[in-house]
């Protein structure tokens, strides 16, 4: 019988650990966000954030821009936040305007309170395998992975998807944990005798519906990071869930699977850089 990995449970967990040992500080963490422009689905998550920080005790603030800001305003912004003793991490939302140079953006972001691990400092601590902020749903992916019970090590792990923010981050964490890793992408030849082959699979490509029941084997761990809105306005994965969980051993839905779990780990990296602040 599959077993449907339930994101919003196990985030709920570590969201009510968080909010326990957040009680018993001395300070309160807290946590600022950078949104430029209008995007209705970035203004949407910048909430659910906010939302999420009130719940555990962190506390929050925004810092909204125009589409039009100059890159000179967004660096004094973050320059702010940088020296502000009431923030502990910072997370600039992505997608930023043309005019705006992202890795220039994201580098000026004081590599202590880079709770998204995106700064070119954590990028390189996460391929040592050195202690560092990894990205939150790289490293969420790897919680639900834990979750299922499924053995990391030893396995054969393939994630579909080379961004940096999700797919080269996560085939590293598997790395780490001790699975062999290949990491897919749209120029793969074979992909689908690839994917038969995985004990895990994490599909990170931003295709809806791409990763079908023939491309998994019986039994393997198959995590949907995907989220994709069809024209019948339904929200679907990269994973086919109807026909792949009749052959995964454990199957995330989409919405309700790694999307919780994102949110949870950037609340438990902003706890953390508040710790590494008192020590």
């Known amino acids: 019988m599959i077993t449907l990995i339930d994101g919003k449970a196990v985030a709920a967990e570590i969201r009510s650990a968080i909010s326990r040992e957040i009680q018993s500080l001395k300070i309160q963490p807290g946590l600022a966000a950078v949104l430029v422009g209008d995007n209705p689905a970035s ?30 305003d967004l660096l004094a912004c973050i320059d702010r936040l940088n020296r502000d003793s009431k923030i502990h991490g910072i997370l600039v939302q992505l997608p930023l305007p043309k005019q705006i140079n ?21 990028m390189g601590k996460l391929v040592a395998n050195e202690p560092g902020f990894r990205p939150c749903t790289p490293l969420g992916v790897i919680k639900l992975i834990q979750a299922s019970q499924v053995p990391i090590a030893g396995a054969h792990a393939v994630v579909i998807g ?21 990491l897919c992408h749209s120029k793969t030849k074979g992909l689908n005798e690839i994917c038969r082959q995985a004990d895990i699979v994490v599909a990170a490509i931003g295709k809806p519906l791409f990763v079908t029941q023939e491309m998994v ?8 990071v995907g989220i994709n809105r069809l024209e019948d306005g339904r929200l679907v994965g990269d994973v086919d869930f109807e026909g792949v969980s009749k052959t995964a051993q454990a199957i995330t839905p989409v919405p309700g699977g790694v999307g919780p779990m994102t949110i949870a780990m950037l609340l438990s990296n902003t706890l953390q850089s508040a710790l590494n602040f008192v020590k």
């Not at 999420?52 to 929050?60: H, L, R, T």
């Not at 999700?166 to 290949?182: F, I, M, Y």
């Not at 084997?217 to 949907?224: L, R, Y």
């Open 102 to 122: 992202t890795r220039r953006i994201l580098d000026a972001v004081s590599s202590d309170k880079d709770i998204d691990g995106f700064h070119y400092l954590n």
């Open 43 to 72: 203004k949407i998550y910048v909430r659910s954030k906010r939302k999420a920080c009130e719940e555990v005790g962190i506390y929050s603030e925004s810092c909204s821009l125009s589409e039009k800001v100059s890159e000179t």
């Open 162 to 182: 080379r961004s940096d923010i999700v797919g080269k981050p996560t085939a590293l964490l598997l790395l780490h944990e001790h699975a062999t890793v290949t």
């Open 217 to 224: 084997k019986p039994g393997a761990v198959v995590i949907d």
